[in-house]
């Protein structure tokens, strides 16, 4: 790296480092145990900083390790100052975040303010304080409908399936979103903004340096709770704006958070886990004013296809444009399948997710890592009825989110491959037993690994002038194919076909997800493969 794009890339680091940073999503349980009792925690997590620091991402991302009985996993939560004794101690998180900042990376965590656990002292109280009460108005209680309230109030459905709606024994009923544990805060309270401004507070004052914002479009439900009719609750990603996800309300929540962020120093950022109907709904949760970036799920569910994702990067980049964020780009993450099987599995499926990587980390805004993409794992698929463990379940079998939360493998040994100290051979979920080539130890010494592939592409992200933030010119290219330029320096390759394509040579090859071919000034790139070139007097 030459002085002066090293001295770039400082002055971006200690301003707007968001705009294009790759943030790693360590979901807590499955990323290191450090105490053996086969659950990852935050002294597992510690641990592996070094490693996250030498892969060449910015920050990283912890999910929810506070105080919670995990009927979710952890976005069921009992006490947002505290850290849940699986995970370890409140003096854990602190040594963790410092740390984190010693080896040069940033600490994002969650809150989760559309619901908390029915542990939570709040709720505990409001049960005990009966209808009409100052502690039922934290969250949204209703007498229900029918001759002796038998009905619930309205027709909505969790997103975990059946009613939205738990009764209290011969009481009133409460709203639940998500699984009846996680009972739904009432936003219309000030002491609900209160208490989460406070939460922020706490957070902010031990060092994080932001927080992704769970259910960030579900806090807000439209006044009088209306019914929405059975064609509605199959829409609820459609285009319809439903009753109780992303209502306008919730826009004045994140300008009070986003005063919170900016009152502190070292641009500490907020991101949106957003569902919007459309991009350019889900732009109104990046205004100047609101928070720094929101998840491009639309990025995450498209196949892999030339054209079906050049209309999604040119719409992604042009409805962010008008307020002037950056564009976040997702392929995985700890509630959907993971890429290397929606794209196929096997050898395709690896092939294409290697290719979707770099043309991932090649376009402008900010990228994010879901912990063991960068090793190529799959979704395990065969998980023994017993130790499957998620809510969603109880909606689809088909649904459930075990599958891409199995712990990852460290070292080429036995199962779980390093992820508990040695001599721990059950952890919360089995790691499957042929997975010790795809281990951090087997891929470190594999040049052509995937995790390999991985660090040369985030060191030529961090060092190319090019790439980053910015903006993409298209080229003219071959049908199943997609060319672009960045800062005329650098041209991005990608053949989505079943077979290999030829085109002029665009310059000098850097990178590629495959190996590519090139005689007399053409290039042969391989079916389902990506290359990066410099070009120009690069």
């Known amino acids: ?58 920050a990283i991302w912890l999910t929810p390790f506070y105080t919670s009985p995990m009927a979710d996993f952890g976005y069921d939560v009992a006490d947002y100052r505290d850290v849940d004794p699986i995970f370890g101690t409140l003096a854990d998180a602190k ?17 989760v303010p559309n619901h908390t656990s ?25 007498p229900g409908r029918g001759e002796d309230g038998e009905l619930p109030p309205n027709d909505w459905e969790s997103v975990f399936g059946g009613p939205a709606w738990t009764r209290l024994p011969g009481d009133e009923w409460y709203l639940h979103l998500f699984a009846p544990a996680q009972p739904d805060l009432n936003w219309d309270d000030p002491e609900v903004h209160a208490e989460f401004e406070a939460i922020m507070r706490f957070w902010l004052d031990l060092g994080v340096d932001g927080f992704r914002v769970d259910v960030a479009h579900g806090m807000v439900k439209e006044a009088g709770l209306p019914d929405i ?31 919170v962020l900016d009152s502190y120093p070292g641009e500490r950022i907020g991101v949106a886990e957003a569902w919007a109907p459309s991009q350019e709904r889900l732009a109104r949760y990046v ?65 294409r997710a290697r290719a979707a990587s770099l043309l ?5 805004g900010s990228a994010y890592i879901y912990q063991g993409e960068e090793l190529g794992l799959p979704e395990v698929l065969d998980l023994p009825e017993e130790v499957c463990q998620d809510p969603q379940r109880l909606r689809d079998p088909e649904a459930g989110r075990d599958g891409c939360r199995v712990p990852i493998p460290w070292a080429h040994s036995e199962p779980p491959f390093g992820f508990s100290p040695p001599g721990i051979e059950d952890t919360w979920l089995p790691v499957p037993a042929a997975w010790g080539p795809l281990s951090v130890e087997s891929q470190l010494a ?65 990178l590629s997800s495959a190996p590519v071919a090139e005689q007399d000034g053409v290039v042969r790139l391989a079916a389902d493969s990506c290359a990066w070139w410099a070009s120009g007097d690069a």
């Open 287 to 351: 205004r100047p004013d609101e928070l720094h970036q929101a998840f491009n799920f639309h990025f995450l569910k498209t196949p892999w296809d030339a054209e079906m994702l050049r209309a999604v990067i040119d719409e992604s980049l042009a409805t962010v444009a008008p307020v002037g964020a950056p564009t976040t780009w997702v392929l995985s993450n700890h509630d959907v399948r993971r890429h290397v099987t929606r794209y196929g599995g096997g050898d395709l499926g690896l092939r």
């Open 95 to 111: 040594a963790l975040i410092e740390d984190a900042h010693r080896h040069g990376l940033k600490v994002i965590t969650d809150v």
């Open 1 to 58: 790296m030459t002085d002066a794009v090293r001295e770039v890339h400082e002055a971006r680091a200690a301003t707007r480092w968001w705009r294009d940073a790759v943030i790693y999503q360590v979901y807590v349980r499955s990323f290191a145990d450090g105490n053996g009792d086969g659950v990852g925690d935050l002294l597992g997590a510690r641990s592996r900083l070094g490693y996250l620091a030498e892969l060449g991402v910015d």
């Open 229 to 259: 009719g059975s064609a509605g609750q199959a829409e609820m990603l459609g285009t319809a704006v439903l009753p109780y996800f992303d209502q306008d309300g919730v826009h004045e929540i994140h300008r009070a958070w986003r005063r």
């Open 446 to 510: 594999d040049p052509a690994s995937t995790l390999t592939l991985y660090r040369e592409a985030l060191r030529l992200r961090r060092e190319h002038p090019s790439l980053g933030d910015g903006e993409l010119t298209w080229e003219e290219a071959p049908s199943g194919t997609l060319i672009f330029s960045r800062g005329g320096r650098f041209v991005c390759t990608v053949n989505t076909s079943a077979d290999p394509v030829e085109l002029p040579s665009p310059g000098r090859l850097l």
């Open 118 to 142: 029915d542990r939570h002292a709040w709720f505990q109280a409001a049960v005990q304080a009966g209808p009409g009460s100052p502690e039922r108005e934290r969250y949204i209680f209703r």
């Open 360 to 364: 991932m980390f090649s376009l402008p």
